[in-house]
């Protein structure tokens, strides 16, 4: 069993158009991030969600909406899609904001905006 | 902001000790140090953390100096399947405390 599932795992689209990456984690875990990775590698945070609650969001535009339906789901909805905007996002769950530590990341999912 | 300072890259024979350094000279009291990795295309995992004292798991050490200003993962028997970017992050636990993962070390075992 895949402890956080991410989909899609590909997804290419136009410029502007609207999308999502659905995130789910199996880990009982009450924390849950969306980092993004772009094509330099560099690994950023983007959004932490804690019991459904927005607690960070990095400056982040406004196109992005992250939506946590309960504390296992933390979706991502971004609109108006632009070429910069192409990356691997990555989902990750931790048990507490700062107990133990350990993030548990899914497999990515690499977006293409064309 | 990535606090720590580490090479861009490093080789290390099959089956040998792969010693993977970090500095971390600003360092606060109450930071732990983490250690992930990054294998090709797959999402980060957790290898271990620390405060203060050496720790010990089933996949790596991470020896810390008594001044905390550094610390060195190491991986006992490197296999080709450690190849990975591997990040070194200070982090002090709490609320809104986030990991900020900087550029890593890119080791390759070699066979």
């Known amino acids: 069993d895949t402890a956080v599932s991410q989909t899609p795992k590909y997804l290419v689209t136009q410029m502007g158009n609207d999308k999502s990456i659905k995130c789910e984690q199996n880990l009982g875990h009450d924390t849950m991030y969306w980092y993004k990775q772009d094509s330099k590698k560099f690994l950023k945070i983007m959004f932490s969600y804690n019991n459904k609650e927005l607690i960070i969001n990095e400056t982040v535009p406004n196109r992005f909406s992250p939506k946590s339906p309960d504390k296992a789901h933390l979706n991502l909805h971004i609109n108006s899609l632009e070429l910069g905007d192409s990356a691997v996002y990555f989902c990750?769950?931790?048990?507490?904001?700062?107990?133990?530590?350990?993030?548990?990341f899914g497999e990515g999912s690499r977006l293409t905006v064309l | 902001d990535a606090k720590t300072t580490q090479p861009p890259s490093m080789d290390c024979a099959e089956g040998r000790a792969a010693n993977l350094p970090c500095n971390h000279s600003?360092?606060?009291?109450?930071?732990?140090v983490y250690w992930y990795r990054q294998i090709h295309s797959q999402g980060p995992q957790y290898i271990i953390h620390g405060l203060k004292n050496n720790e010990t798991n089933e996949m790596a050490s991470l020896i810390i100096t008594e001044d905390r200003k550094s610390s060195t993962l190491i991986l006992p028997h490197a296999t080709l399947r450690d190849t990975a970017v591997y990040y070194c992050?200070?982090?002090?636990?709490?609320?809104?405390?986030?990991?900020?993962f900087g550029t890593g070390t890119s080791l390759t075992v070699i066979p």
């Open positions: 990750a769950s931790s048990l507490g904001q700062g107990a133990g530590g350990e993030l548990f």
């Open positions: 992050i200070v982090r002090s636990r709490g609320a809104g405390n986030q990991f900020y």
């Open positions: 600003t360092i606060s009291g109450n930071e732990y």
